[in-house]
């Protein structure tokens, strides 16, 4: 097994007590983290890094990385773009720069970066020692910052046609994305390291399509409704008092009615709060769906659910209407009111970020 090394990076050895007896200060898991290793002897490390690049247009195209481990480093003013899934990606001591990365199976790591405006889908997600940086983001778990300011997010908005497949082959599901729910290891009194971007940013204002011959080849959209992750609002301050929480069971074409029912509820102008794939077992289903659950039990056996919870004024009623007036024959569940509404959402989030560990 090959490795290559981020330069700056060195294997550090169990921190001691001081004199005094006082314990050091907290280590976090991607401290660790010192090498990337290329997990296949047949590989060349060099397709793999891109180091000490300035003013530059780079990046690899579908099929170029194949799950295989990516370091960035001391990049400066460049458009980086990889069009293809990783196990996992290090970006350390980058300035000014424009980043792309396709879905990432395990973490995103960056380090000492400022400046910075990137597009990225991955499991996990960790900043640190990093200030001004504005994150287009699909995340399965909380991402988190520490000794970083000014990190600014918003939710993945991108499609390509390799991309669905790319997902599918780092491990991830379009649906579970916590962009939002963020956590600061290292919270300053009256101050906040993190915030939203406004919701009518525009991503390829601030991630655009890249200009070289090569990499144009990938046809590119950042149209809200084409992006292959579903664009919700997360923790934004919600528009309405009423939400409305909807689940479609494992089946052929569940995801597509997932996408068909967000884009008839988003064109009807309602807003997608949030979006969850999970497995449930009877006893879930009982504390989700109570008096409703015989009913579905039996489908449970078939695979994840994917749950979507939208909001706005009527949204209950909207939403009940497309479902029986589109998808007549489909077994869902509806939330059946306003009042049974808020607690429907509450019950199916809690279950399904416990199930999580989120």
Same mark, same amino acid.
């Given at each position: ?70 370091? $960035?480093? *001391? !990049?400066? @003013? &460049?458009? %980086? ?7 996992? +990606?290090? $970006?350390? *001591? !980058?300035? @000014? &720069?424009? %980043? ?7 973490? +995103?790591?960056?380090?000492? !970066?400022?400046? &910075? ?9 960790? +900043? ?231």
């Amino acid at each position: 097994m090959g490795c290559f090394f981020s330069k700056r990076r060195k294997a550090e050895k169990e921190p001691k007590k001081t004199e005094g007896g006082e314990k050091p200060p907290k280590q976090y898991s991607w401290d660790q983290r010192e090498k990337v290793c290329v997990l296949s002897l047949q590989v060349d490390p060099k397709d793999y890094l891109l180091s000490g690049l300035k003013d530059e247009t780079v990046g690899r195209l579908p099929g170029k990385v194949a799950g295989q481990q990516f370091l $960035i480093q *001391d !990049c400066e @003013n &460049c458009n %980086i773009y990889i069009f293809d899934h990783s196990a996992t +990606v290090t $970006i350390d *001591d !980058c300035t @000014n &720069c424009v %980043i792309f990365l396709g879905p990432v199976k395990g973490s +995103v790591f960056f380090r000492n !970066c400022r400046d &910075c405006r990137c597009a990225l889908a991955c499991q996990q997600f960790r +900043v640190r020692d990093c200030r001004k940086l504005e994150v287009f983001l699909c995340c399965a778990t909380q991402p988190i910052i520490e000794s970083s300011t000014n990190i600014k997010f918003g939710c993945f908005q991108w499609y390509y046609p390799e991309l669905a497949f790319q997902f599918k082959d780092a491990g991830l599901s379009i649906f579970n994305n916590t962009w939002s729910n963020v956590h600061d290891f290292t919270p300053v009194s009256g101050e906040l390291n993190w915030s939203l971007l406004p919701e009518d940013a525009v991503v390829q204002d601030r991630v655009p399509l890249p200009t070289t011959e090569e990499l144009k080849a990938v046809r590119i959209s950042t149209e809200a409704n084409r992006s292959i992750v579903p664009v919700s609002r997360g923790q934004r301050q919600k528009s309405s008092d009423e939400s409305c929480l909807v689940v479609l069971f494992a089946g052929d074409y569940t995801i597509a009615n997932a996408r068909k029912l967000i884009d008839e509820m988003v064109n009807k102008g309602f807003f997608l709060v949030q979006t969850k794939e999970v497995s449930m077992k009877a006893e879930d289903a009982q504390r989700v769906f109570r008096e409703k659950a015989a009913d579905f039990l039996p489908l449970l056996n078939k695979g994840p659910v994917i749950a979507l919870e939208f909001n706005g004024d009527g949204a209950v009623e909207g939403c009940q209407l497309i479902v029986n007036e589109t998808f007549n024959g489909t077994k869902m569940f509806v939330s059946e009111s306003k009042e049974t509404a808020s607690a429907d959402v509450d019950s199916f989030y809690n279950f399904a970020d416990i199930q999580m560990g989120i």
